[in-house]
């Protein structure tokens, strides 16, 4: 079993930054790639970004060039650096790891971008 914890979500205003920090733990090894995908009210759950060992990082293209994904390895963490936000970018986001054949999910933080 793989657990994440995320943090870093909240209220920002259009144009203003945050960084989405997400922590794994448990069974860690072999994890092949690790993300972010997020929800918003009323729609389906979306890839955000994901980075896989070795490879570059995809992003969904509505955040190319606005958002960063990266991850630490040596502290099991991902991070998602979100800046020049929009309004549509308010959702729930969720840190996602595959790890083999399993999915695993964090309970989700609250992004809201709004004046």
């Known amino acids: 079993q793989v657990q994440l914890v995320e943090s870093g979500g909240g209220l920002v205003q259009p144009g203003g930054s945050l960084r989405l920090s997400c922590a794994a733990s448990?069974?860690?090894?072999?994890?092949?790639?690790m993300g972010w995908y997020r929800q918003a009210q009323g729609k389906e759950r979306e890839l955000v970004a994901t980075?896989?060992?070795?490879?570059?990082?995809k992003y969904q293209d509505s955040v190319k060039g606005r958002f960063t994904v990266f991850r630490d390895y040596a502290k099991n963490r991902v991070y998602l650096q979100m800046n020049n936000l929009k309004p549509d970018d308010t959702a729930v986001y969720y840190c996602?790891?595959?790890?083999?054949?399993?999915?695993?999910w964090g309970q989700g933080t609250q992004v809201t971008v709004s004046s």
């Open positions: 996602y790891v595959k790890r083999l054949l399993n999915d695993y």
């Open positions: 448990g069974t860690i090894s072999s994890i092949n790639s």
């Open positions: 980075v896989s060992g070795g490879g570059s990082p």
